[in-house]
Nanobody
Framework: QLQLVESGGGLVQPGGSLTLSCTAS????????IGWFRQAPGKKREGFSC????????YYANSVAGRFTISRDNAKNTVYLQMNSLAPEDTAVYYC???????????????????WGQGTQVTVSS
């Protein structure tokens, strides 16, 4: 079964940090671009960070640039999202997705993915 699983979400205070992981099972991520998306209550899902298959190209939305870092370890079949300086407006369900044959910018902006994880909740609150 082809599956993506996110982990690492939770409750964090404003200004804090979290690291999310996205691990694939049933297929290898080597040939896939990976994106991180989030959806807050009442809002549409948005793509904010994407990375190409080799890790040589990344995209960040303005809302997270300078605070979040996406990286990947293909040997572990895992993509990471380091989130620093978290703010209440970062509260959302975070999803990862895998896609082929699409530019990282397009993948994020158009919220495209061939496979999706089930999501992990991130709550930023004091």
């Amino acid at each position: 079964q082809l599956q993506l699983v996110e982990s690492g979400g939770g409750l964090v205070q404003p200004g804090g940090s979290l690291t999310l992981s996205c691990t694939a099972s049933g297929f290898t991520l080597d040939y896939y671009n990976i994106g991180w998306f989030r959806q807050a209550p009442g809002k549409k899902r948005e793509g904010f960070s994407c990375i190409n298959s080799s890790g040589s190209a990344t995209y960040y939305a303005n809302s997270v640039a300078g605070r979040f870092t996406i990286s990947r370890d293909n040997a572990k079949n895992t993509v990471y999202l380091q989130m620093n300086s978290l703010a209440p407006e970062d509260t959302a369900v975070y999803y990862c997705a895998a896609a082929r044959d699409v530019f990282t910018t397009t993948m994020c902006i158009q919220t495209r993915g061939d496979y999706w994880g089930q999501g992990t909740q991130v709550t930023v609150s004091s």
